[in-house]
């Protein structure tokens, strides 16, 4: 756990169990990661972001960033210049969804692993992200009130249900608490 100065909060660090080839897939791997194929612009990047876990706590903003500071052209000591990378837009745009995933990894405390970051889950987790913060907007109700006519196993039912639609800060669900 990371402690951090913004709002005074405690902040989880989400750990990467992922394996060297599990990350040099997501690095890679053109279905399954990043695909950032050519090994100098892969180099590069590694510089900035050497692992998922790199990613907690950084905006899309940051992402472009990134890609312009590994693309921006430099000069070595006799004003030749050197070489240059920038990442495909392909790359990009993962990149700022896996942002999202690694956010809401530390917010539930769970730790990185291959499955949370394949590019197939990422995208499925995007929409639901998306939902999730249409949702958090909405307004949360009233909670429901035990009644002797439905019982208790229906009340239960209801709590849930109200549980799942209510989040909470940081738009965590309040069922998932």
Request: proline share 5%; hydrophobic share 35%; glycine share 4%.
């Amino acid at each position: 756990m990371r402690i951090t100065s913004t709002y005074s909060s405690c902040v989880h660090q989400p750990k990467s169990l992922l394996t060297e080839e599990q990350l040099q897939s997501w690095f890679s791997h053109p279905t399954d990661g990043l695909c950032i194929t050519n090994k100098h612009t892969l180099a590069a990047f590694k510089v900035e972001v050497p692992s998922p876990a790199d990613l907690l706590g950084m905006s899309e903003e940051d992402i472009d960033s990134i890609n312009y500071t590994i693309s921006a052209r430099t000069t070595d000591s006799r004003a030749r210049a050197l070489p240059n990378f920038r990442l495909t837009h392909r790359s990009v745009l993962r990149l700022k969804k896996m942002v999202n995933v690694v956010n809401f990894l530390s917010l539930v405390r769970r730790d990185i692993e291959w499955d949370s970051v394949r590019w197939g889950t990422v995208q499925v987790f995007d929409n639901e992200w998306v939902a999730l913060k249409h949702l958090a907007g909405k307004d949360r109700g009233v909670v429901p009130k035990y009644k002797s006519s439905v019982g208790m196993p229906r009340h239960v039912l209801n709590m849930i249900d109200y549980l799942r639609a209510t989040f909470g800060s940081q738009s965590c669900p309040l069922y998932y608490l």
